[in-house]
């Protein structure tokens, strides 16, 4: 990650740019981009010392300002913004891939009756939808309620799509693909 830094309106000190160098360089745990820049502005306005970074990586652009009066307190209140926003864009990034997997469910019926010319049963159907996370209890509660044979759910504790099915005797079982 490329680091460049801008001085306005003063003069840093060593001790200022090793520290800002040593702060900003934590930034780098977030953006696996070797390519990314960040821009960090610092500037001297009176009795206000401002700090403006900008990051720019592969699909990340975000911006942060923050100014008190003391530079080093800016450097730390800048960098926390900074960092929150990056948790929160991976966070979203994470939610994003889990509900996109395995939440859709597609089911299909199929026919057991004798056709001529074919082998075995045929598909006569499709359904498609989405399948609601909740627990094991509350899907056997569900499948209680609605008279079928069978409940495809997402499990709420492993994040996975699991089946759980009325047996002959009255109880219940449950298919858990483990993945």
Known sequence: MNISFTFKNFEPSDHLKGYAQKRFEKIGKFVSDSEADLQVNLLVDKFRHKADVILNADSIHISAYEDSEDMYSTIDMVLDKLEAQLRKMRE???????????SKVQMNFLSYEDIVGEDGPTIVGTDTYEAKPMSVDEAAEQLNTLDNEFLVFLNAETEGVNVIYKRKNGDYGLIDPGN
């Open 92 to 102: 979203k990034i994470k939610n994003r891939s889990r509900q996109g997997r395995g």
